[in-house]
């Protein structure tokens, strides 16, 4: 069950840029982007996540899962479709090879809430983009 | 204070840059690697034994390491052909990381090696996942396990670069139906090679390491539709995703650059990995 792994990357992740950042407290969720087509289970995935963040500053923290829907587009045609699952991969209209994904492989951490304790006093942060 | 922090990772972002790194590193020392996939019993064992052989008689320098949960059953099979073979036990980790696989090849890959094979733990779900640096990845299916397991496995078959039938010595007493078979693999990895081989009878001898020759000699290889990357109008939708914004403010982005790793952390959490060398 490669979950595990998948989980302690994650978790793994998450604690870099805790630390990176400096001062988290906690961590209350972490919001996954899971593709259809990733190969990942997300409810083994969850079971998993609990087991590796104890001991973690991620104790407790919530694993919000968004699955994604595999799409592909076909370059002859321009046809666009749902491949679903199993994957139909030959573009339905044309029948040719020449389809790329254009979603349903992510296996990518989207965004994470935590808590900062006021305590330390940091520079601010460069903020890439704000909206 | 509560933040919402824009990480936007891959989660096996660790693995694909150690996979790229070794990739990187063996074709500088001329070695191709050769990723076999396929479920437990389907006869990876059988045929690379007579790949290697092959080999060995056509004086192609190979090396193979073979991963199972238990037993160095594999290796002493593979060993008989008399090229380098080494034994990984991965107690209970159902498979293989790139940064496994480059601990275990550090002070053994012999110089020289043209191809290594690497025999993968037999599963056809978790492996697929992780790149070890191949350029060449071979998902076996044997013609007792059901023409359907293409749409079973498709994250497997859909990112094979050759997709190899065994047992087809078998094949009339299970009516396989290999235009069946056929079909499902098109369907998720349209345009890849199909190659029908017997261990017992000899059926394409030598297509395997045929294959694994023509991509160390720079050969094009195929490109299946799953592991093309992805098409990016979605990428700066990322961007405009809104987030739930229960307690989002100070809202911080972190921007999310995924560096070059020595060692992950991944590997010092998993169970400990075994290794024995074998002459
Ligand atoms: N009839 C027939 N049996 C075969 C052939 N190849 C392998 N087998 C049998 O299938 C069984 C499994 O073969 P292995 O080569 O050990 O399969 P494997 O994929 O390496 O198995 P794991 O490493 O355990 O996943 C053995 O009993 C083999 O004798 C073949 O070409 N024909
Ligand atoms: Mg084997
Ligand atoms: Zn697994
Ligand atoms: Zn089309």
Known sequence: ?131 | MCRVVDLQQAVLAKNDATADALRAELAGRGTTVVNLLSSPGSGKTALLERELLLAREGGVPVAALTADLATENDAKRLARSGVPVKQVLTDGLCHLEAGMLARHLEGWLPDGTRLLFVENVGNLVCPASYDLGEALRVVFASVTEGEDKPLKYPTAFGLAHLVVVTKTDIAAAVEFDEAAFRAHVEQVNPGVEVVMTSARRGEGAGALLDRAMAVADGGAVHAPVMGRPQNDHHHHEAASESHPQPHSQPHAHTQAAVRPVESSRLFGAVPGVVAHSRP
């Open chain 1, 1 to 131: 069950m490669h979950e595990m792994s998948i989980a302690l990357a994650v978790v793994g992740q998450v604690e870099e840029a805790a630390a990176r950042a400096g001062g988290v407290t906690a961590v209350t969720s972490v919001r996954l982007k899971v593709g259809e087509l990733a190969g990942v289970v997300p409810d083994a995935l969850s079971f998993c996540f609990e087991l590796a963040c104890a001991g973690t500053v991620l104790e407790g923290a919530e694993l919000v899962t968004e699955s994604v829907p595999g799409r592909a587009h076909c370059a002859s045609c321009a046809d666009d479709w749902a491949v679903g699952m199993p994957p139909q991969l030959c573009c339905p209209v044309c029948g040719e090879a020449t389809a790329g994904l254009l979603s349903g492989r992510e296996l990518r951490i989207a965004d994470v809430h935590w808590e900062d304790g006021p305590a330390r006093e940091r520079t601010r942060e460069p903020i890439s983009e704000e909206r």
